[in-house]
């Protein structure tokens, strides 16, 4: 059973003795492909310089053209006026890169090979991020594991590091994400019972077999496992009759849910070698124990947020010291890019007035605490003392965890000996131990430039409308024409009147 | 379908065991349990005493990460509630934060009612009143109340 995992990742076959290795490797893994992420991002705005050079001597070019036509008649007046309004456009256009514009212009095949090696770069990216949402009862720590059981229900909006996140609760700055316990009335279950109830939980809550949002998508449902690993066959399925813009925003989507079903299968296989582990298959020795759930899950508390029990080691807000567990910790964010004292609901980026550049305007405001609303959320998290650590990182397998003495009354005892400082105060979001929400979050940024730089385009294009439309339009122009004679008759009438006085 | 969070499961059976007092929550329909309606007793000392207001209740998918979304059925004059029944108040929006439930935003909107805020208006003209014709104000709001909030009531 346990090879039946080595088709779609390289850890499931891995033993408890090398984890270490398997982490280290995980993780330059991650930085080469930052590295490449870096470089798309340093090669890209060069190449759009050029382009827009390109384009914008086109565009001069063809301004020129049409200021010709247009005041062909010898109004010098306005034909200085409506070539500042160009160059203003132009520059304008030169701050702010219009990518789309870059790309009609410059229609080289290089560019075109490079735009679908990303979308595929992309793609596995994303195809790894949820390879590490998978829950594996192998990779356990203190009982607990590397990736959420799915309390918020949501899979396709765990858009954090999942790296990171790993990294942090292997590291013991982030509680793990345990198996939650529905109810739990402590005095009235017995030892028996916990443990019934724990050994039946899996390690992922069960799935909806497909989300509201990928109903009726074709090229999802009744596909063989094989064909869902291909992304290449996606195109067969799209709908032709749609447009470019469409079509992409269809594959994307046919993408994601294919993924999301693949991630399901993982997990189902997950489950069934967690089955066989715990009847002594291969793996056992990574199955926590008697003693160590019942030390874990009898000393359980409420997360305050998902009403779910938990371990009581709990991550604790930086501010005011409550608990959250890592499921809800995860899910707390900035908000997406937006303007600020925004009232109106309608009034998002999608349908503002383009006649100005508001980019500049948009902000990603931090996440604030859930309890106290203090800015730049943080938790910190206080492990297990040494000697009640087990599964990666330590010597101990969750299989062979010994029950210490004393666990209940000394609790306090224990706790306060390894506590280098009593936690009574808040702690600076820059302080060693506290894990932000930014820090599992690292792209905000980067979305808040894209944003910022989505919108500019927008301006621009919209600009470029507006001012062509008021070059041409010779309707305006007789207006203009119409009012100006207006004002000359006003003019000499009044100064007719004036010199009758 | 998704699965029904245990939250919102502990959450509404707590709200009918236990209600708020001044409020009745009910469950219109057992299959969709994210769909609440809610009596509302009007403050006393405020032109709503006297009234109750219907109000209905949506929690959607993603809460309690994304706050519910909430909106008076019963016409209600007030700066901060609009035509639809569409309530401006801020831990509606931006300031909600999943420490918060239904009850206390339940308390919130109530509090709302008491101690309208025309500053922040969702409606201008009522809030000028507000702020210059108190009097007035709470005459016509007395009056919608007795038109629209009284009648519920006998139903």
Redesign the interface.
């Known amino acids: 059973m346990g090879n039946t995992t080595s088709g779609y990742d390289e850890s499931g076959n891995l033993s408890a003795n090398s984890y270490q290795s398997s982490n280290s490797s995980r993780r330059s893994s991650v930085t080469t492909e930052n590295n490449e992420y870096n470089n798309i991002n340093k090669n890209s705005p060069s190449k759009n310089n050029t382009s827009t050079i390109n384009s914008s001597t086109a565009r001069r070019a063809r301004a020129q053209t049409l200021g010709m036509t247009t005041n062909g008649s010898g109004n010098t007046g306005k034909q200085r006026r409506a070539s500042s309004v160009v160059s203003s456009l132009l520059n304008a256009g030169m701050k702010g890169p219009s990518f789309s514009r870059s790309l009609e212009f410059s229609n080289s095949n290089t560019n075109e090979m490079n735009k679908r090696k990303s979308t595929r770069d992309r793609q596995l990216i994303k195809e790894n991020h949820y390879k590490n949402l998978v829950v594996k009862f192998d990779e356990c720590v203190d009982g607990g594991y590397l990736a959420p059981y799915g309390?918020?229900?949501?899979e396709t909006?765990l858009d954090y590091d999942d790296n990171v996140v790993r990294q942090l609760i292997i590291d013991r700055k982030l509680q793990p994400f345990y198996l939650p316990l529905?109810d739990y009335e402590e005095d009235e279950l017995s030892d028996e019972d916990l443990l019934k109830i724990l050994n039946s939980t899996l390690l992922h809550?069960?799935y909806?077999d497909t989300?509201?949002k990928f109903e009726n998508l074709p090229g999802v449902n009744g596909l063989t496992t094989e064909n869902l690993n291909n992304s290449d066959n996606i195109d067969n399925y799209i709908d032709s009759s749609l447009s470019k813009n469409e079509k992409k925003i269809q594959k994307s989507l046919i993408f994601t849910s294919r993924l999301y079903k693949r991630k399901n299968l993982w997990q189902q296989k997950e489950n069934e070698r967690f089955l066989d582990a715990k009847a002594g298959g291969l793996g056992c020795s990574m199955v926590p124990n008697k003693n160590l759930l019942l030390d874990l899950y009898r000393n359980g508390d409420e997360c305050?947020?998902?009403?779910?029990y938990y371990p009581k080691n709990f991550n604790v807000s930086r501010c005011c010291q409550?608990p959250i567990c890592s499921e809800?910790f995860v899910?707390?964010k900035r908000k997406d890019p937006h303007y600020k004292n925004n009232?109106d609901d309608n009034n998002n980026i999608n349908n503002i007035d383009q006649s100005e550049d508001t980019s500049e305007a948009l902000v990603s405001e931090c996440s604030?605490c859930?309890?106290c609303?203090t800015p730049d959320f943080g938790v910190t998290y206080e492990p297990p003392v040494m000697i009640k650590r087990s599964g990666l990182n330590t010597e101990v397998l969750p299989s062979n965890y010994q029950r210490t003495e004393n666990i209940y009354s000394d609790s306090s005892n224990i706790s306060k000996s390894v506590n280098t400082r009593p936690r009574t105060s808040s702690l600076p979001v820059n302080h060693e131990s506290v894990v932000t929400s930014d820090m599992i979050r690292p792209v905000w940024e980067t979305n808040l430039l894209k944003a910022k730089l989505r919108l500019k385009k927008r301006f621009a294009k919209a600009n470029t409308i507006h001012m062509n439309n008021r070059l041409i339009s010779t309707e305006e122009q007789n207006k203009i024409k119409k009012l100006e004679d207006e004002m000359l008759q006003k003019a000499i009438q009044l100064s007719l009147s004036e010199n009758n006085k | 379908?998704?699965?029904l969070?245990?939250?919102i499961i502990?959450?509404t059976k707590n709200l009918i065991v236990d209600p708020v007092p001044g409020m009745k929550t009910e469950i219109p329909d057992e299959d969709n349990l994210r769909y609440l309606t809610v009596q509302m007793e009007g403050p006393g000392n405020s032109p709503y005493q006297g009234g109750v207001f219907q109000l209905e209740l949506y929690l959607p998918?993603?809460y309690?990460?994304e706050p519910p979304k909430i909106r008076f059925l019963t016409p209600v004059y007030h700066p901060n509630i609009d035509k639809l029944g569409r309530i401006?108040l801020d831990v509606l929006k931006d300031?909600w934060?999943?420490?918060f439930q239904i009850r206390t935003v339940l308390l919130s909107i109530q509090q709302l009612l008491g101690t309208p805020n025309p500053d922040?208006p969702l409606l201008s003209d009522i809030a000028e009143l507000c702020k210059n014709d108190n009097a007035k104000y709470c005459e016509i709001a007395k009056e919608w109340t007795l038109k629209y909030a009284a009648e519920k009531k006998k139903e």
Request: proline share 14%.
């Open positions: 309390v918020h229900d949501d909006k529905e809550q069960p909806a989300l509201e305050p947020i998902c009403f779910l409550q809800c899910q707390i009232h604030c859930p309890y609303a | 379908m998704s699965i969070p245990k939250r502990k959450e998918e993603e309690p990460m401006c300031h934060s999943p420490a922040d």
